[in-house]
């Protein structure tokens, strides 16, 4: 493969990742959410799937958020009647974010027809095909995440510009 059918391959995950973010601003607006909700939303789906409920500073971290802007977006879902802040009956400081049945719902509502345009056109690969696809996206995510760790490591080394 040349370097310039490289290059495409990279222009088409850009687009990918372009259209899948006017998808969820689209999708958003329709519903009253912002792209950050949505992430947040995802990232506790994520948490659950493994058996746990994550921490607002759990959520702060992985959206990369402030305290104060992690508190505003969990009190827009929560006045949603997406999230349920939950306390701890061992120690009533510690809260934990869990979704509402409301956020399963409206969360179906507007995925369901992306998930199926994605089964649509997976169904047109075998499963040699799939496999090469899955090992193939699973190493672009992980290549974008230490990228950007990279970049953020190096942005907090540098002195700030005067």
Do not use: C, W
């Amino acid at each position: 493969m040349s370097a310039r059918e490289h290059h495409h391959v990279v222009r088409l995950l850009q687009e990918f990742g372009q259209a899948s973010d006017r998808y969820v601003e689209s999708t958003g607006a329709i519903y009253g959410t912002h792209r950050t909700d949505m992430n947040a939303l995802s990232i506790i789906i994520n948490y659950e799937q493994r058996g746990l409920l994550p921490s607002p500073r759990d959520l702060s971290r992985e959206l990369q958020l402030s305290s104060p802007a992690t508190t505003a977006m969990l009190d827009r879902l929560e006045k949603l009647g997406m999230i349920e802040r939950q306390r701890s009956d061992r120690d009533r400081r510690v809260i934990r974010i869990a979704m509402t049945s409301k956020a399963r719902t409206k969360g179906r509502e507007m995925f369901m027809p992306l998930g199926i345009k994605m089964l649509d056109i997976l169904s047109g690969y075998d499963e040699e095909q799939l496999q090469v696809i899955s090992k193939f996206m699973a190493e672009a995510v992980a290549g974008v995440d230490s990228a950007r760790e990279e970049v953020v490591t190096q942005r907090a080394t540098k002195p700030a510009a005067p």
